[in-house]
């Protein structure tokens, strides 16, 4: 089925010398075999997507907040606005994790997000976060003493607020563009 979209998708192999050594940074980085729709349909322009792959990397793959709780934060926002696409693609690498908190055959963190296999400290970052990028402007204070009760520097708590920021910007592009889920992740579900 071909992937239709409002903004051209650029493959690897018709895209420009730079746009190219882009996508390979983030199958590289990212650590899969093919690059994401969400990438390819900004390869038409290089200035663009590199910025935005900067802004992902550094907020999604850099940092002292686990990864994995990054995936919960951002599969978690992505469900409550309804994003098809960041939902099924950050639903698929957080539930990668799901043998880190608990073993059981079949067991799906993220259909699972209010059991207590997940700690409260994510919990606690996982509710305020989606809070903050739902409703930026009911941030409160007590937000943030929640985190820091939690154990969360303020260091922290700036890089999870980042993540309600990069989590608006993924899904208002693949909104967007209309992006289809990508081929490769449909097998893994």
């Avoid at 400290?121 to 903050?132: E, G, L, M």
Wanted: include cysteine; charged fraction near 20%.
């Amino acid at each position: 089925m071909p992937n239709t979209s409002r903004f051209k998708i650029v493959e690897y192999a018709e895209a420009s010398p730079e746009v190219k050594a882009i996508y390979d940074e983030t199958m590289a980085q990212m650590g899969i075999p093919f690059v994401l729709n969400w990438f390819k349909c900004q390869g038409q322009n290089a200035t663009l997507l590199r910025g935005n792959w900067e802004k992902l990397k550094t907020s999604m793959l850099l940092g002292q907040i686990p990864f994995v709780l990054k995936q919960l934060i951002i599969y978690n926002i992505s469900q409550k606005k309804g994003c098809t696409y960041c939902a099924h693609a950050h639903g698929i690498m957080a539930d990668s994790f799901s043998k880190t908190f608990n073993e059981a055959e079949g067991f799906k963190i993220t259909q699972n997000m209010n059991s207590n296999y997940i700690p409260a400290s994510y919990k606690v970052a996982i509710d305020i976060v989606t809070k903050c990028a739902l409703t930026p402007a009911a941030t409160t204070e007590e937000d943030f003493e929640k985190l820091r009760d939690e154990g969360y520097s303020d260091l922290e708590i700036q890089e999870l607020m980042a993540l309600a920021d990069l989590t608006n910007m993924l899904n208002t592009i693949a909104d967007i563009s209309g992006i289809k889920i990508d081929n490769e992740l449909m097998e893994t579900k």
